[in-house]
């Protein structure tokens, strides 16, 4: 079956360390998407790419950069952590067209932990 | 950009009782998705509504897409302690969602 995975599920890192965390999908879904979720601000859209070599900023990118190399990955990458980022992140990925176009898929998060 | 108020932020409810939550916008909406994200859980896809007046059903829940396409809601007849969660409503920019900041059900038996 197709699923969209995540690694690490947990991770404590230090301030100012840099920090990848790794989304991979197997729908074959061209747009995928990476949210983090704190309480009090439900989900926040950080970055999003409709398909590979592309790349687009959300609402809250500061600090945050992503790359997309091939249809079934989208990596996150943390340039130098703060504190303020400590929060669960969520990869999503969407096919559009298809019968089930623009429903959002999403993977089992990564707890981040900035110390 | 297009931001979206749910109301309530909290609602506990005897298992039995129905339940509704709204998503209000001041802008119009051109569609709106539901997810529910179950304690620990992740968010899974409910529904889209794109239509005015649009009314959706699954089983014991119903979701509604206002005439004017600026508010949303999702009722849920005769809870149960499965629906426990959170219910996000979500209008679609472009291929991106605005996610609200969601409702959060408890249900007690």
């Known amino acids: 079956d197709a699923e969209i995975t995540q690694s690490p599920r947990h991770k404590i890192t230090e301030t100012g360390r840099q920090v990848t965390l790794a989304c991979h999908q197997t729908?074959?879904?061209?747009?995928m998407f990476w949210y983090r979720q704190d309480l009090g601000h439900g989900l926040r859209l950080i970055h999003y790419?409709?398909?590979?070599?592309?790349?687009n900023k959300g609402e809250v990118s500061d600090g945050y950069s992503v790359s997309r190399s091939n249809t079934e990955d989208l990596p996150l990458t943390l340039e130098s952590a703060a504190s303020s980022q400590t929060s669960v992140y969520f990869c999503a990925s969407a096919e559009i067209g298809g019968p089930k176009s623009y429903e959002q898929y999403f993977g089992p998060g990564t707890r981040l932990t900035v110390t | 950009g297009q931001q979206v108020m749910q109301i309530p932020q909290y609602q506990h409810v005897q298992e039995g009782e129905d339940f509704t939550t709204y998503c209000n916008s001041s802008t119009t909406l051109s569609n709106i998705q539901w997810y529910k994200q179950r304690p620990g859980g992740h968010p899974v896809f409910l529904i889209q509504l794109v239509k005015s007046g649009e009314v959706k059903k699954q089983k014991r829940l119903t979701f509604q897409f206002g005439e004017a396409k600026k508010n949303s809601s999702l009722h849920i007849t005769a809870t149960q302690t499965t629906d426990v969660g959170t219910y996000f409503c979500?209008?679609?920019?472009?291929?991106?969602?605005?996610f609200g900041k969601g409702t959060t059900l408890s249900v007690s038996s």
């Open positions: 729908w074959n879904h061209n747009n």
């Open positions: 979500a209008p679609r920019a472009g291929t991106a969602l605005i």
């Open positions: 790419s409709y398909g590979v070599q592309d790349t």
